[in-house]
């Protein structure tokens, strides 16, 4: 096998390592762990950042729906202390949601890894 088969090999793995890491400061969470949290939501947001349709489709009770695009605006009055637990489908777009988050200063953002497609629970 040749130098630029093993390059693109290595560069592919290191891509997928990096998208598990997630961002710097944010947790991801698994949904399993997400049902414990969703019982006690004392300084805590649970927000579902996909599509108004996506959401009607299917969400998780408890989960208020803020699509991505507007996730920087509607996030401008929020407590900075807040804990912050969003998700979406399968984990991209929450992972950027809550990248957008820790930019605007939350301190507190966790990620459901997985998203919806991993939830055992039932759907509202």
Known sequence: MSIVYWIILA???LFF???????KGITSITAEQL?????DKQNR?????????EYKGGHIA???NIPLATVAKECANWD????????????SRSMMAARTLKRQGFTKVINVR????SWQGKLS
């Open 11 to 13: 560069a592919i793995i």
């Open 17 to 23: 390592l990096l998208r598990l890491r997630g961002g």
């Open 35 to 39: 049902k414990t949290l969703l019982e």
């Open 45 to 53: 947001k649970f927000i579902d950042v996909r599509e108004p349709a």
């Open 62 to 64: 408890g989960m208020k």
């Open 80 to 91: 900075k202390n807040d804990e912050i637990i969003v998700m979406c489908r399968s984990g």
């Open 114 to 117: 997985g998203g919806v497609m």
